[in-house]
């Protein structure tokens, strides 16, 4: 597995690469299980797997938030190299945002309800940063995880809308055994609130209303951002002991 920083380096890298078909698993780190199943079904689908690790701040409106997002990238290395990760891109700051942020990937509808309607700019920062990347590693496929469905359906409509030659893959959620959707985020959970997080999902589950849903949660002492159901999605996003969880379940017609 190689480890590469420069980004003028990975694109040596890709040049010698040729027709092999390429698949694309991008991530901020602090790999756990969700990740590790994007990789192995780049793996099983692809020929060469490229992994790519950036803690993106601008995609982070709450400073604190990015200020206590776990790092660990010795583990992650040592998981993508056991999940046959070929090339690991991680890019630096400046060279990858060498404009300083000057021209930005906006979306003017879908980034504005949800989580963005709760995290200002949020979209921006993740489909500039998603833009950037696509354009550099020149993918086959890019994988995502469904549990930011909001993220995946945008990036999706953001590389149909640019001609982007990736098919953008969306990959179901994995779950703890009780139904937490695991996210890099759970790690901060205190004992308490770690038991609790899981009702998000049951609640989100149960056919009852968004309101109802919502009601519950608040009942629970989730304090709730959004429940809401889109063309027969239920979104949810809700603060449980300072860690704010995402999910989403397609609800049964
Ligand atoms: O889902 C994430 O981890 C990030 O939003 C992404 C897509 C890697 C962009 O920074």
Redesign the pocket.
Known sequence: MKTVTSIKQFRQIRKTLGTSKLGFV???GALHQGHISLLERSVGECDVTVL?I???PT?FNNPDDLKTYPITLQEDLEKAAQAGVDVVLLPEYDEIYSDNFRFQVNENNFSKQLCGAHRDGHFT??LT??MK?LNIVKAEKAY??EK?YQ?FQL?KDMADAFFIDAEIVGCETIREADGLAMS?RNTHLKDEARALAPVLHRLISEEASDDTVAHQLKGYGFEVDYIKTIAGRRYAAAILGQVRLIDNIRLRQ
């Open positions: 991008p991530t901020m790519s950036f803690l993106n995609q920062g993740v940063i998603v990347l995502f995880g930011d993220q990036i890099s």
